[in-house]
């Protein structure tokens, strides 16, 4: 007895080493897979994504073939987040790619149903592997290369599928799986979390799912228990995109809590309809033609219940992006929203240019913050300075665009007029940011030439940019305005004044030569940025009604006529 009790001991470890070898097999295939034909690929399937995506019903579409071709749905599902950062792709669009990507995402269990217990690995997989691996001699990076990769990815994916098979047939031979589960619905709960640890731990469904079928096939599941399984796979595979999101953006976490969203409403009517939907797929699976095996059942099964998720979803899909894109809000997004301008007051050219003054003044109010920031000796943090700019940077964009949709209304001459003047309000606006990001970078060589003797003049230097900036009040009255324009000339003089002390000062070896011009580029980007905010300034000054009956404002500073590296 002893020696059967090590025997089966042996037999159980032989059994587990295969299974694990089996799996390993198989995630090397899938990655092989998809790395193989995303770069045979190239931009073909970013252009899918790009173009194709029009309507949500067409992201769908897309979605399904590209998870189909790459045979990964988190790929494509991190690369839809990508898509929506980049501005390529809206919430909405991206929304149909992540249906269509759990439905391409079926194909991995139809290769397993229909091939992967049907080949003879000496007459398939096995040229397969020789093959690829002979193409990726040629070098992994060319597309000769890649499809060989592809091709030895696909040869060992059906070995991993033999291997799994060999080895649940075996375990199902010695082991009552059925006698360790309990049954009915705790048992149903119990293989939905054995499905969705499974896809976790492997960080692939397509594992999971391919355990799960050779396991129903070997007979070491029954269907119902594996029904369950894929189910769990299926919910599960929305660990990776929710890993993706960690200090991710606000955009790719709506995408994620898109697909954590569908995928678990699709398991939850999955569940709730089991039987029935079990039923169907029978019923179905035999008008289909296909053969009586647990595999293309389930296979079927996981195609039917995510093809009803799409159903149930898709009318929701407006809605569901309303409500996500309300969530998640950064301060980024907030700065970025415009306040004043509503598409209601298009129709209204008077009310509109009201709104786009109202908003300008915001703007310029946000770039005084951004600069005042910039020229801070300590700085702000670098996660507070990039929400800022980018917040300044959104707004912008925005106020561009509803310009563009008043130049388009009917507008009366002297409106018509002032619309060139806002275009030109945000340029100034716009060249903040760039100004800010270029005093960031130069802060270190300031920082190393701020020593005695030259650092009083630094600092009254710093100290003229910033009370510039704070000058350019767009709602400061006739006298306050004419000492924006004095406050520049100031601040010229003071620039000129500091060029000459430092010069001065590095001549006598007084300073590091070494960083003196690209501390000098530092400081001269801060009186381009107030040179920017006070045109900026003076601009939205000039729209106001009041600006036509005071008498012709002063010149522009100087670096109106020129180019602002004159100074």
Known sequence: ????????????????????????????????????????????????????????????????????????????????????????????????????????????????????????????????????????????????????????????????????????????????????????????ALY????????????????????????????????????????????????????????????????????????????????????????????????IGLPEAPAATLALFHTVFNLLGVALMLPLTRRLAAFLSHRFVTREETLARPQFLDRTTLATPSLAMEALKLELARAIALARDTALAAMSMEGATPESAREQRHGLRGLLTAIDGFVTNLEASRLPADLATALPLALRVTNYLDDVTGLAEAIDRHRPDVAAISREPVLPTISSYRAAVAAQIARCDPGADDAEAAKIDAGYTDLEHSWHGLKTVLLEAASRRQLPLERLNDALEGMRAALHLAEQITKATRRLRAMTPAAETRPEAPAEPAAEVGDATSH
């Not at 067409?58 to 990964?72: F, H, I, N, P, W």
């Not at 992967?116 to 060319?142: D, Q, V, Y």
């Not at 890993?243 to 953006?249: D, E, F, N, V």
């Open 1 to 188: 007895p002893a020696s059967n009790c090590s025997g089966r001991t042996f037999r159980m470890l032989l059994i587990g080493g295969t299974l694990l070898g089996g799996l390993g097999l198989f995630l090397l295939a899938v990655t092989m897979i998809t790395d193989g034909l995303k770069l045979a690929a190239r931009d073909t399937l970013k252009d899918i994504l790009g173009k194709y995506t029009g309507t949500p019903l067409r992201g769908v579409g897309s979605g399904m073939l590209v998870t189909a071709v790459v045979q990964s749905s988190s790929a494509v599902t991190v690369a839809t987040i990508g898509f929506v950062n980049a501005g390529l792709l809206n919430l909405g669009q991206s929304l149909g790619v992540v249906y269509g990507a759990n439905i391409g995402t079926t194909m991995t269990g139809w290769l397993v149903a229909t091939v992967g217990f049907g080949f003879k690995l000496e007459a398939l997989a096995l040229p397969l592997i020789g093959l690829g691996m002979l193409g990726r001699l040629f070098g992994t990076s060319t597309r000769l290369g890649a499809v060989g990769e592809a091709a030895a990815g696909f040869g060992l994916f059906f070995v991993g599928i033999d291997v799994l098979r060999s080895a649940f047939e075996g375990f199902a031979g010695m082991v009552d799986v059925a006698s360790f589960a309990p049954q009915g619905g705790l048992g149903v």
């Open 192 to 287: 939905v979390a054995l499905g969705f640890a499974m896809t976790v731990v492997t960080q692939s469904s397509s594992a999971a799912i391919a355990l799960t079928l050779t396991a129903a096939s070997g007979g070491a599941l029954g269907l119902n228990a594996a029904a369950a399984m894929v189910i769990g796979a299926n919910v599960g595979t929305t660990s990776t995109a929710a890993l993706a999101t960690i200090g991710a953006t606000a955009n790719a976490r709506r995408v994620a809590a898109a697909h954590v969203l569908f995928n678990v409403f699709t398991g939850v009517i999955a569940l709730a309809l089991l039987p029935g939907m079990l039923w169907v797929t029978e019923y179905a699976r035999t008008v």
